[in-house]
């Protein structure tokens, strides 16, 4: 397991944050809305895989305040044309999915959106902020380099990746949506 990020309020992280990446970050609504109008017909969102097992970390699991031990990982991303500008990661702990076994359906369909249709009670906790560590475990699934060799990741050039998370409560049962805003975001913005 890599370095883990500091996750905080936004006010402790914005003074450090890229100035154009701060109302992303900040964004009330769902991403997927604010990609869209970015992106228009553009806009292209898709699944990494299938769902992958996992365990869940004992960081996660004291933040979801569960004491599952397994999680189902699903990986996406959002591109404008060819840039891909967006990687977001839902984590599912075990007793999740044993409430609502369709969340292991999603698919291609946006969570966020998703979630709001499900006739469910759902709550959504307040964001946490990060600048993601270059071999967290995170970055690397957000660059694709899930390699296990700790240079691998390593571009001196990179700089940060920004990340913000949010636990969703559907029914009271938790649902980790994390988001990691790829430098190729900033050069698809209008005036960039």
């Known amino acids: 397991m890599g370095p883990q990020a500091d996750w905080s309020p936004l006010a402790r992280i ?3 944050a890229p100035p154009e990446l701060v109302s992303w ?17 553009r806009m292209r969102f898709r699944m990494l895989g299938p769902l992958r097992d996992a365990t869940l970390p004992v960081e996660l699991q004291s933040r979801l305040g569960v ?31 044993c409430r609502y076994p369709w969340l292991r359906e999603l698919g291609d ?28 475990d995170l970055a690397l699934a957000a660059l694709g380099t899930r390699s296990a060799d700790p240079g691998a990741d390593s571009d001196p050039d990179r700089g940060a990746l920004w990340a913000r998370r949010a636990v969703y409560r559907l029914g009271g049962e938790p649902i980790l949506v994390q988001e990691v805003f790829l430098p190729a975001l900033l050069r698809v913005q209008p005036g960039n």
């Open 109 to 136: 369909s946006p969570i966020g959106e998703t979630l709001r249709r499900a006739g469910q009670p759902l709550e959504r906790e307040p964001l946490e902020y990060a600048a993601l560590p270059a071999g967290s």
């Open 25 to 41: 970050l900040a964004e009330p609504g769902l991403l997927t809305a604010r990609v869209r109008a970015l992106c228009g017909e």
């Open 67 to 97: 004491s599952d031990r397994r999680c189902l990982l699903r990986d996406i991303e959002f591109r404008c044309n060819d840039d891909r500008i967006v990687y977001a990661q839902t984590v599912l702990p075990d007793s999740t999915l």
């Open 14 to 16: 914005e003074p450090l």
